[in-house]
């Protein structure tokens, strides 16, 4: 017997999800508490669990126990076969060792120039004097950070291309109800799926055309992370083949992109409100600088930027929750799961939880820290052998980011109304993407990254 759920029609339900997860979930815990069932049309029963003892067993289960692949589905015609996020068991432990080292926590460093430096670049270009959307911009900064990052592109014409591709086809993606697999029907290039899936054709062309460049003329010294998944091997020496590439870094595109512009808005959301705290937050920014120089190494080490972050990722995680799939009957709660059941530890909810976070709805970075949080508590990456291994990457990204902002603008928030969501396929951005505007840009010369010197 499953955990009690609402008695709501599925499809009713599904629709409630697809417009607002946050209240379903909230309403949902209110109503049966900790560990409650989702029931929705096209998906398996979800049982969701808000206590943090539940969610570390989720996360410390067999990998035979429980799936991760099969709970992300949905997003296979989106991401590929190949996705990580697709794969369980043997296999995704092989694309997991391949993948890994790019993502490692020395290697950080060797981003943070081309990070600054794109995000410098960008918000040069903003407004003066008038409201602009800083979810927009962070797109634009996020999506030029991968091209360059990920891709290796410093070719300007051609990252350009790829940005352009990449760019429409995540847009179309967003539509929420693309999700729902009765709508994934190609009723040609003026249906919502057959625009996506001529744009996804195109882009592909494009991606495909830059594995077969690369593999032709390798250059050793390139560090981008697709040069060093080119470059790494199985056990048995095999390479990646292209499809498995392709969804890769589609993934990683996916990941680095909608979710890491989404998680910066949210923070200046939470951070424009508070002025002493945006003063605060700035000052120990300029005092890292090195003769009016961003220092990437200082920057990853500030303690209010991280804190910040990481309460913002708190209130406002990206993503509600992560799934996980039962492959045998497994006992969580008091309740007997049987095969084919889904669990969802739900972020939002624990991350909000009362008792576990003191006035939980406030943002309040110093319980970052003055408090380390476990992996059960404080996972907006997921967990388990399942966290992000994006996780590092996007951490150390949004602090360049939020220092390039800091140390070159002065900005104020145009907005009053208290912050709502909107769906944007699976990831929750802030309604209307946070209006600001530009009140003080410090000299253009004044602040740049050490690459620029």
């Not at 091209?147 to 290796?152: A, P, Q």
């Not at 923070?267 to 300029?286: A, G």
Request: charged residues 25%; glycine residues 6%.
């Amino acid at each position: 017997m499953l955990p009690p759920a609402t008695t709501v029609p599925k499809s009713v339900q599904l629709a409630r999800w697809l417009r607002n997860p946050a209240h379903v979930l909230e309403e949902s815990q209110s109503r049966f508490g900790d560990i409650f069932t989702l029931r929705m049309s096209y998906v398996p029963n979800f049982v969701v669990v808000s206590d943090p003892d539940l969610v570390k067993e989720v996360f410390s289960s067999a990998p035979d126990e429980l799936h991760a692949g099969k709970a992300n589905v949905v997003l296979k015609p989106f991401l590929g076969d190949y996705s990580l996020l697709m794969l369980d068991g043997a296999e995704h432990l092989r694309q997991r060792k391949l993948l890994l080292p790019p993502f490692h926590g020395e290697r950080l460093a060797t981003y943070g120039e081309t990070m600054l430096t794109s995000a410098l670049a960008t918000i040069a270009k903003w407004p003066d004097a008038r409201s602009f959307t800083l979810h927009n911009e962070f797109q634009e900064i996020t999506l030029d950070i991968i091209i360059r990052t990920v891709f290796g592109m410093n070719d300007e014409a051609h990252a350009n291309d790829m940005a352009r591709a990449m760019r429409e086809t995540l847009e179309l993606a967003t539509n929420p109800f693309l999700l729902i697999p009765a709508l994934q029907v190609d009723l040609g290039a003026v249906s919502p799926w057959g625009r996506f899936l001529r744009k996804l054709k195109a882009a592909d062309t494009l991606l495909y055309a830059e594995l077969a460049r690369r593999r032709e003329n390798p250059d050793p010294s390139k560090q981008d992370i697709l040069s060093l998944l080119l470059r790494a091997r199985d056990d048995d020496g095999s390479a990646m083949s292209d499809k498995e590439l392709r969804d890769e870094l589609v993934t990683l595109l996916v990941a680095g992109h909608e979710t890491t512009a989404t998680a910066l808005a949210w923070t200046f959301r939470w951070v424009l409100e508070n002025r002493s705290l945006y003063r605060e937050l700035e000052d120990e920014v300029l005092a890292s600088t090195e003769n009016g120089k961003l220092i990437a190494e200082r920057i990853a080490k500030l303690p209010l930027l991280d804190a910040v972050i990481r309460e913002s990722l708190r209130l406002q995680p990206v993503v509600p929750m992560v799934g996980r799939i039962v492959q045998r009957p497994f006992k969580l709660g008091g309740y007997d799961l049987p095969e084919g059941t889904a669990i969802g530890p739900s972020i939002y909810l624990i991350q909000r939880r009362l008792g576990l976070y003191q006035n939980p709805a406030r943002f309040d970075p110093r319980r970052f820290i003055e408090h380390k949080f476990s992996p059960h508590e404080w996972f907006p990456f997921g967990g388990g052998i399942r966290r992000c291994i994006g996780m590092a990457f996007a951490l150390y990204e949004m602090k360049m980011i939020v220092a390039a902002v800091l140390a070159r603008t002065s900005l104020t928030i145009n907005e009053t109304a208290p912050p709502t969501m909107v769906r944007r396929s699976i990831t929750l951005a802030p309604k209307g993407g946070v209006h600001v505007k530009l009140k003080e840009r410090r000299s253009v010369g004044a602040f740049q990254s050490t690459s620029q010197r």
